[in-house]
């Protein structure tokens, strides 16, 4: 469930996300966010710990933080590529 839990995040934050920095839902780089806005959730419960909204042994507050910070930094970086 874990990992259920921590897909979910990462995909509603890569969605918000990429529909906010790019005006829709997947931009040119959509895999490449999507996979950075997973690695991000995952990181930001691994490094943020235990702590506030645990769903099925996830931080979905740090997931959401982490998966939030990943992706911004990608669209801006794949932004400058450009």
Known sequence: MFWFVWAVVGVVVW?????I?????????WWASLIAALLGSWLGDLVLGDWLWL????NVI???IG????TWLW??????AK
């Open 21 to 29: 920095m790019t005006g829709k839902a997947a931009g040119t780089s």
């Open 15 to 19: 969605w918000a996300m990429n529909s």
């Open 55 to 58: 769903w099925a042994g996830f």
């Open 75 to 80: 669209n801006l970086l794949s932004k400058q």
């Open 67 to 70: 998966a939030v910070v990943l």
């Open 62 to 64: 740090a997931g959401v």
